[in-house]
């Protein structure tokens, strides 16, 4: 398969690029490195041994999306990665976040229609079930979201399936992730958040690193196992593998499907301290914050779903995950700029 990968370029942009190259497929990321590095595909066709094309544009700019279908195309399905992705800056500048995440997947879709390519895979999230606290997370569960962000992805599964519905030639999988989080095994990619991470992994990762103090706790007071909130992290190479599946499934079958990719066990944040300290030899001090406005107690998937209907499988442990953020981090300590001005 040729596949263009729209946000190519980003933390699981980049590690599905690379799973695919593996796969014998052929890839193209249009990105317009608003959030990543061009280093990060330079490495995966270093890894590989296969080029990873990357071209910068913008995906809401239908002259850069054109561009693609003509230059590089044809393809046979697109992934769409590309959007803005935090949660507390979507509650500050909702219009943008709005403007980005929706206009790209409409300026994407109407090319890809021009040019007669028809598969469509869908970064969504499992933000989509809003406050449910229905757990294992099923994908029939009715949904709704709590942010700006979240209602971007839940508005782009509402077109893509409209759409889907519209043309009987349409294939769209939409994938709801739980948490990514990891790196590839080599340390050469990996996340790399600018300024102060949000999420707990790369938070913890530079708390490792001496580039912060201590870990902030959001809560001990959920009830859960030991009081903090409980999350379904998956390693972003299993996602990845996601991914393909998800692409051999879109080209065989036509409609929609709405797949979780997780690995359907919850981990605490304090069971996921003490296996990064485990993993790798080191102590995270932290201090118990009180609870972040807008978490939940517990998420963590149903995914017998992707099983079933996509054949995968999670497979790597939160060992193998703690295990390989650190060795990204520790290889990269200012990710992919490698310097401390970033
Ligand atoms: P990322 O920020 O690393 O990757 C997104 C990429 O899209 C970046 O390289 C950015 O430069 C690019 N981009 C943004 N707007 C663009 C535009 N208009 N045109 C072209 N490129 C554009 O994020 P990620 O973690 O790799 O996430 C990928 C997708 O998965 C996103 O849609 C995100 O919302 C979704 N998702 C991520 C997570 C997570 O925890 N990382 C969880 C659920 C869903
Ligand atoms: C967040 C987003 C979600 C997004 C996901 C991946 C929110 C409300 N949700 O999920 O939409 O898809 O990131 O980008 O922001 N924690 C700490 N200290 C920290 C950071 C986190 O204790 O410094 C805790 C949180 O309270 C939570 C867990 O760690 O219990 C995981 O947090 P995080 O990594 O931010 O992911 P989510 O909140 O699950």
Not at 120 to 131: H, K, N
Not at 315 to 338: E, I, S, V
Request: hydrophobic share 35%.
């Amino acid at each position: 398969m040729r596949v263009l990968l729209t946000g190519g370029a980003g933390f699981i942009g980049s590690h599905t690029a690379l799973c695919l190259l593996e796969a014998g497929h052929e890839i193209v990321a249009l990105d317009n490195l608003n959030n990543s590095s061009p280093e990060a595909l330079k490495r995966v066709s270093e890894l590989t041994g296969k080029q990873a094309t990357l071209v910068v544009g913008d995906c809401t700019v239908e002259a850069d999306v054109e561009k693609v279908f003509t230059e590089y195309g044809p393809f046979d399905a697109v992934v769409h990665f590309a959007g803005h992705k935090a949660v507390g800056e979507s509650v500050s500048i909702p219009l943008e976040y709005y403007r980005n995440n929706l206009n790209s997947t409409l300026v994407l879709c109407n090319v890809m229609k021009k040019h007669g390519c028809l598969n469509l895979v869908f970064s969504s999230s499992a933000t989509v079930y809003g406050t449910n606290t229905q757990v294992p997370l099923h994908e029939d569960l009715p949904t709704g979201c709590t942010n700006p962000y979240g209602w971007t992805k839940w508005m782009n599964e509402q077109i893509l399936t409209d759409w889907s519905h519209a043309e009987k030639d349409v294939s769209v999988v939409l994938l709801r992730y739980f948490n990514p989080i990891g790196a590839h095994q080599s340390g050469r990619i990996g996340e790399d958040p600018s300024g102060i991470p949000n999420n707990l992994m790369p938070y913890v990762c530079q708390v490792a690193s001496g580039k912060l103090q201590k870990l902030h706790v959001f809560g001990n007071d959920y009830d859960t196992v030991d009081g903090t909130g409980v999350r379904d992290y998956i390693h972003v190479c299993d996602l990845a593998n996601g991914h393909l599946k998800a692409l051999e499934y879109a080209v065989e079958h036509k409609g929609v499907e709405v797949v979780n990719l997780g690995t359907g066990e919850g981990y605490s944040v304090m069971q996921l301290v003490h296996a990064f300290e485990e993993a790798n030899g080191i102590e995270i001090p932290y201090v118990v914050d009180p609870r972040r406005p807008g978490d939940i107690a517990i998420c963590y998937a149903d995914p017998k779903k992707a099983n079933e209907k996509l054949k995968w499988q999670a497979t790597r442990t939160l060992t193998d995950m703690c295990r390989d953020a650190w060795n990204w981090q520790k290889q990269n300590p200012f990710g992919y700029h490698g310097d401390e001005n970033k």
